[in-house]
């Protein structure tokens, strides 16, 4: 079956970027820079963080190439998997020394200003060479983003006191659009990771009010979006928010399931844990 990108999805994303860049610059503006917002991160770490991606973003919605500066660092990007991604994220901070927020914020809106006018006129579903020679689409491109600033400003917003709304709807856009769009075009090694090989086929069904519904299979190593109506081992209804945040290491998996915001049943529920061994996201 051939997907297609509808004007509404691409709307929304491009709706959903620009609502959270002001969002999030609003709230870098409102706190201390020097506060810690993660154990390892100040706010000016964290804004420096969304400001690299966001330009990284924007460069790639112009080029095929890989842009400067990574274009420095294009092998380490091509070998880049999810548990290697924080070497990459090391790398990239330490060559932009920029904290002033005022100076980052300015940038981030910038950036985001930028990706929102060169992409307005381009397919939505146009892959993009991404992270570990996986290829993500233009809209990917945004949702990701859009996810980005949900998960850091969250991070600013709860060490610092401050309120922070997380709109199902734009969190949801995060597996409908990137992780579906990246599956269809190709993974590379994106997922590659150390330890025994899978041996077995698993296939997840997702399903929930604000995303359309996506089955993984998981085959060996490979992993593909499977057909509608195509039998699923394990069937996951969720929350958008909570399951972003799960998937990312904010929320642990035992009170995602005890508040039903991450529901898991199906006829093989037990295959859950070797498929989430290859299919997971940096925490």
């Known amino acids: 079956m051939v997907e297609v990108i509808t004007a509404e999805q691409w709307r929304a994303a ?9 969002r999030f610059a609003e709230l870098v503006r409102s706190v201390a820079p020097d506060a810690m917002a993660t154990r390892d991160w100040t706010v000016a770490d964290t804004a420096a963080h969304v400001d690299a991606i966001a330009m990284w973003d924007t460069l790639l919605g112009r080029t095929e190439d890989i842009p400067y500066p990574w274009s420095e660092l294009q092998d380490e990007i091509l070998a880049t998997d999810v548990d290697t991604v924080y070497l990459l994220n090391d790398r990239t901070m330490a060559g932009l020394p920029e904290r002033d927020t005022h100076v980052l914020i300015e940038r981030l809106r910038g950036h985001i200003d930028e990706l929102l006018r060169v992409s307005a006129d381009v397919d939505p579903d146009r892959p993009i060479r991404w992270l570990g020679g996986s290829r993500v689409p233009v809209v990917g491109l945004l949702a990701h983003l859009t996810n980005e600033l949900l998960i850091h400003g969250r991070d600013i917003a709860q060490a610092t006191g ?4 997380m709109p199902q709807e734009y969190a949801g856009q995060f597996m409908d659009l990137f992780v579906r769009g990246m599956t269809r075009h190709g993974i590379g090694r994106v997922l590659h990771h150390d330890g025994p090989p899978n041996e077995r086929r698993v296939a997840v069904e997702f399903r929930s009010r604000y995303t359309n519904p996506m ?16 039998p699923a081992d394990v069937r996951i209804g969720f929350e958008p928010v909570a399951f972003n945040l799960m998937m990312f290491g904010r929320m642990g998996k035992p009170r995602a399931a005890l508040t039903g915001k991450v529901r898991i049943g199906g006829p ?8 989430l061994r290859t299919v997971r996201f940096p925490s």
């Open 14 to 22: 491009r709706a959903a970027l620009a609502d959270m860049g002001d």
């Open 268 to 275: 093989r529920p037990w295959l859950l844990p070797t498929f």
């Open 215 to 230: 089955t993984l299979v998981l085959d060996h190593e490979h992993v593909t979006l499977g057909q509608p109506g195509d």
């Open 162 to 165: 401050s309120r922070w709304d």
